[in-house]
């Protein structure tokens, strides 16, 4: 098994900064935040972008979760519960 750092302040950096270089390279810019889960090791992501309201849900998780793989191992990917992608306004309620 591979080693995994998630010393959480590190690991969720490493989360935000991946997902925005990684976006940024598609000239997507996103707000990209992280909280930890209660009680576990896991974190859940939200990336919000005004780019993503030309894209479908699924090309969305696509692209975040293609960013993810690119850049974590396997162990440390089980460490994310879930990604939400966002425009400003779904992340708004609208």
């Known amino acids: 098994m ?7 302040g590190s690991f969720a950096r490493r989360i935000r900064e991946a997902l925005r270089a990684g976006l940024a390279e598609g ?12 009680t ?14 030309q894209l479908r849900p699924s090309e ?3 692209l975040a979760w293609r960013i ?6 396997p162990d440390e990917q089980l460490l994310i519960s879930m990604i939400l992608t966002l425009t400003p306004d779904e992340l708004e309620g609208g």
């Open 27 to 38: 000239g997507i810019e996103a707000r990209v935040e992280t909280q930890k889960v209660r």
């Open 40 to 53: 576990t090791r896991l974190h859940r992501v939200i990336v919000s972008a005004p780019q993503f309201e």
């Open 60 to 62: 969305r998780q696509d």
């Open 2 to 8: 591979a080693e995994v750092n998630t010393h959480s």
């Open 68 to 73: 993810i793989d690119q850049r974590f191992s």
